[in-house]
């Protein structure tokens, strides 16, 4: 099974990921954040699964795929396709579901991922791990809402990507 399928039979990919964050209050009131995203072990098995294929570099990278299928493909229309997945994978590494700004730095999407990744999933890197244990509970909450968002807009890129090189192997549509 390919490592899509894989994903795609993940109960989190099927039932959706559902992270929220909420801010409320009122005049004169506290101000209240909360968030929701799914259990610790979803989201291991789905770290598990997506990680090769966000990785920069490796073989099965989305990047390399992305490379790899618009220079062998020769159907302008499963092109226009897939550099428009491109493009929202792209706006996903870099922007996603919101600006995170902390201490002047932006907290992009592809690095809130690699520190939470490298912290706490693959590997036990110290300082990615203090860093992120240095954020105070509403920094984390919308960390742990981007690294969310990150890992659903990925997972969808990686399906749509697939769906497009089946739709090209199939028909014959590289070179």
């Known amino acids: ?50 990680r090769p294929l966000i990785l920069p570099s490796g073989g099965t990278s989305l ?4 490379n790899l299928c618009h220079f062998r493909l020769n159907d302008s229309d499963l092109r226009r396709r897939l550099d428009d997945v491109r493009a929202a994978w792209k706006h996903a590494q870099t922007t996603g579901v919101l600006k995170l700004v902390i201490n002047d730095e932006h907290w992009r999407p592809e690095v809130v991922a690699d520190r939470i990744i490298n912290a706490y999933y693959a590997h036990d ?22 690294f969310i ?18 739709a090209g192997l199939r028909d014959g549509r590289f070179s």
Request: proline share 3%.
């Open 1 to 50: 099974m390919s490592r899509v399928d894989k994903l795609r039979s993940l109960s989190i990919f099927r039932g959706g990921l559902a992270a929220t964050f909420e801010i409320s209050g009122g005049v004169g009131q506290p101000i209240r954040a909360t968030a929701t995203e799914p259990g610790p072990e979803m989201v291991e098995s789905l770290v598990s699964v997506l």
């Open 149 to 166: 968002g990150y890992l659903t807009q990925s997972a969808n890129a990686a399906v749509q990507v697939a769906v497009i090189v089946r």
């Open 63 to 66: 990047g390399r795929v992305f």
């Open 125 to 146: 890197d110290a300082e990615k791990r203090r860093r992120l244990r240095e954020l105070g509970g509403i920094e984390t909450m919308l960390t742990r809402t981007v």
